[in-house]
């Protein structure tokens, strides 16, 4: 099955505590997205990736740290996180970085609790 | 700054009742107008897309949205709504710059009652 997956789904953790959320697609995308989702506020993108080591920022990238050393895999890193990184996470990956008319597959989220 | 505009916030409605929800984008050149939903629990899915062709774009479960260029809209209806239409809408703009920069808009929590 086609399909973005996202470990772990739920995590609390303290302040300062590094940590890393895993994201994994098996469609062979070129793609990759992290975004983070706040009432209000909708989604807002952290960084992307356009390839294996082709990362960029997004628009709050603040606080936040990725990698792409393989196709399939974009991890999430939070090397000191903060209360203000409390969210909901969701990874993202689409065909090509160069097909803005594809759809985002998304995967099912992670809830950080930061205390 | 490109920036999406979704001016429902909470949305109620009985079941059977019409559904608009309003989404204005501030970008001048070309576009790629999406809308996703999330139901309660799960992750964004795609509910349709517009990038080319006839403004009136139909999806999945009975949904449709218009393009209108001349006021930078891409409103979403469906006329009768159900309870399993309970969710979280998205208007998503991918500008067309030749590479992916999706902005969402804020979201619209709609809430129908049985």
């Known amino acids: 099955e086609a399909q973005v997956t996202q470990n772990p789904r739920y995590l609390i953790t303290v302040t300062g505590k590094k940590l890393t959320v895993t994201c994994s697609q098996n469609?062979?995308?070129?793609?990759m997205s992290w975004y983070r989702q706040d009432p209000g506020l909708g989604l807002r993108q952290i960084y992307y990736?356009?390839?294996?080591?082709?990362?960029d920022k997004g628009d709050v990238p603040e606080g936040y740290k990725v990698s792409r050393k393989e196709k399939r895999n974009f991890p999430l890193i939070l090397e000191s996180p903060s209360p203000n990184q409390t969210s909901l996470y969701f990874c993202?990956?689409?065909?090509?970085?160069?097909?803005?008319?594809?759809?985002?597959?998304f995967g099912p989220g992670t809830r950080l609790t930061v205390l | 700054a490109q920036s999406v505009s979704q001016h429902n916030h909470h949305v109620i409605l009985s079941e059977a009742a019409s559904l608009e929800l309003g989404c204005n984008y501030s970008?001048?050149?070309?576009?790629?107008l999406f809308w996703y939903v999330q139901y309660p629990g799960q992750h964004l899915q795609l509910l349709l897309k517009?990038?080319?062709?006839?403004?009136l774009v139909k999806g999945i479960k009975g949904f449709e949205a218009e393009f209108i260029k001349s006021k930078f809209s891409f409103n979403l209806r469906k006329p009768s709504v159900q309870w399993s239409d309970t969710a979280e809408y998205f208007c998503?703009?991918?500008?067309?710059?030749?590479?992916?920069?999706?902005?969402f808009g804020t979201g619209t929590r709609l809430l129908v009652s049985p």
């Open positions: 993202a990956s689409s065909l090509s970085a160069g097909r803005p008319w594809d759809e985002q597959f």
């Open positions: 469609m062979n995308h070129e793609y």
């Open positions: 990736s356009m390839n294996v080591e082709v990362t």
């Open positions: 970008y001048g050149g070309t576009v790629n």
């Open positions: 517009y990038f080319s062709g006839d403004p």
């Open positions: 998503a703009v991918n500008l067309n710059t030749g590479f992916q920069k999706l902005v």
